[in-house]
Nanobody, 124 residues
Framework: QVQLVESGGGLVQAGGSLRLSCVASGRTFSTIVMGWFRQAPGKERGFVAVRNYLGMRTSYQDSVKGRFTISIDNAKNTVYLQMNTLKPEDTAVYYC?????????????????WGQGTQVTVSS
């Protein structure tokens, strides 16, 4: 089992920045791919970014390219999502997820473990 705990959410004005953190514990050696997803009220959970745990491969949802960066500190078992130039449409609950697969997937059902989520609210 792998446990994921997110933090770093909050209220920020449009144009501001936030950095989300996700600490992984447990059998972390079994996780290969780490992703961030978000879910706004009344909407389905959607893909934001993904990275393989031990390498440099990344993929981003088109609307966050150039503004968000996913990174991993292997020594701390922590995944980060640096979010810059935030927009009101970025408002959502953000979730960290881990997959035992090797594919940089954007499909939520292909992830094996999930955190509890952290709220990000961007005011206009």
């Amino acid at each position: 089992q792998v446990q994921l705990v997110e933090s770093g959410g909050g209220l920020v004005q449009a144009g501001g920045s936030l950095r989300l953190s996700c600490v992984a514990s447990g059998r972390t050696f079994s996780t290969i791919v780490m992703g961030w997803f978000r879910q706004a009220p009344g909407k389905e959970r959607g893909f934001v970014a993904v990275r393989n745990y031990l390498g440099m491969r990344t993929s981003y949802q088109d609307s966050v390219k150039g503004r968000f960066t996913i990174s991993i500190d292997n020594a701390k078992n922590t995944v980060y999502l640096q979010m810059n130039t935030l927009k009101p449409e970025d408002t959502a609950v953000y979730y960290c997820a881990a997959s035992k697969g090797t594919r940089l997937t954007s499909i939520p059902s292909e992830y094996d473990y999930w955190g509890q989520g952290t709220q990000v609210t961007v005011s206009s």
